[in-house]
C-alpha cells in the first residue's frame, strides 16, 4: 500500500490546477479518495472526523449485497438447468454458479460503465467531487431486474435514473427517490413486456435448447395474482430463494444476511427496517380478516418472504436520502411502506410487485412526514413552556 500511495504522490500534480491534466482533477480525486482516506482537516469551527465517510459507507452496503448477488448467481443457473430440464445430469453447484455468473456480470458491468459515465461526466461539466452514491445504485439496479433483460435497456433504465432521478436535482444527496427504483419503475412501465410474464425470470436458452413443456416460470406473486394460490411454491422454498424471480430479490435468507452486516455496522436504520415488516404483517392480517379471494387468504407471514419484500425492506426503503429522518418519521415511513406494498400486490394485480411503487410514493411524502414530526415537537416545547411560564 505504501508503494501505491507513493505512486499516486508522483502523479497527482499532474492533475491539479496547473497540470497538463487538471481538466481531469475530479475523476482523479474519486480514484485517490476510494483507494485512501482523505487527508482533510478542519481548519475552523468544531467537526469530528473519523475513518468512515461516504465511500467507506457506500463500500458497507455494497459488501451486505454480496450474499444476495452470489445466491441470485446461483439461483440464475439452478433456474435455468430447471426449466431445460438438465437438473439431474450431474450439474453441480459450481456449475449453476458459473451459468448464473455469466449472465448476472454483463448486467453489472453495463449498470456500472453507464451509471459511473454519467456521474464523471457531471462532475466534470460542474468542477466538483465525483459523487459515490452510484457505488450502491449501480449494484441495486441489477439485482431488482430479470436476468434475461437486453443490456441496452439495462443501459437506458440506468442512464434516465442517474440523470432524471440524481443529477437534475443536484446529485447525490439531493434526490427524492431511490434511483435504483426509479430504473425498474421506467423499465417496468416503458417495457413491460421484458419485466412481467411467466419466462422472463429465468433464462431457458442454451445451446440451442428451449424450456421444456409444462414448465412456467412464474413467480410467486404472479401464480398468487392469477389466483393459482395452489400452485405457489413451499414456503421454505420462498424463504430459501430457489424460485423464479429478479436476480437479486428471491432468498430472504440472503437478504436478511445483508441486513445484519447493515445493522452491526449501523449503516442501516433498524427502524426503518422494523416498521415496514410490521407494516406489512399488520395489511396482510387486515387483509386475510376480510378475505374474498384465494390472494388475500394467503397467511400474513407468507408476504414477508414472497416477491421482493425483504430486499425492499432491507436495501431500499432505507436508503438514508430518500427516507425519513426524524426518530418517528422513521417508523411512520417504514410502516406505512409494508402497509402499501401489500395492499398494492394484494388488491391491483397489474401490480403484483407492490414494494416498488409503495417505496417510490413513501419518497415523495418523506419530507412531508419529517416536516409534521419536527412540527409536532417543536408545539409540545411550546406548550410545554407555556405551561412553565404560568
Partial sequence: MRALRRYIDNIKPHFQKGGKFEKLESTFEA???FL???DQVTTQGVHIRDAIDMKRTMSLVVISLIPALLFGMWNVGYQHYLATGQLGEGVGTLQLFWEGFKLVLPIIVVSYVTGLAIEFTFAQIRGEEVNEGFLVSGMLIPLVLPVDVPLWMVAVS?????IIGKEVFGGTGMNILNPALLARA????????YMSGNQVWIHGMMDGQGIIDGYSGA????QAAEGNVDQMPQAMDMFLGTIPGSIGETSTVAVLL???????????SWRIMLSTFAGGLVMGLILNAFAVNPFMAIPAWQHLVMGGFAFGAVFMATDP????RTRRGKYIYGFLIGLLAILIRVVNPAYPEGVMLAILLMNVFAPLID???????INKRLKRAQVQAA
Fill in 186 to 193: 421506467f423499465l417496468f412501465f416503458a417495457y413491460p413486456a
Fill in 36 to 38: 485512501f482516506v482523505p
Fill in 219 to 222: 413467480t410467486p406473486l404472479g
Fill in 258 to 268: 445483508g441486513a445484519l452486516i447493515l445493522l452491526y455496522t449501523g449503516v442501516g
Fill in 158 to 162: 440506468t442512464a434516465f435514473a442517474v
Fill in 31 to 33: 480514484f485517490e479518495t
Fill in 371 to 377: 416536516h409534521y414530526v419536527i412540527e409536532s415537537n
Fill in 321 to 324: 436520502v430518500s427516507a425519513a
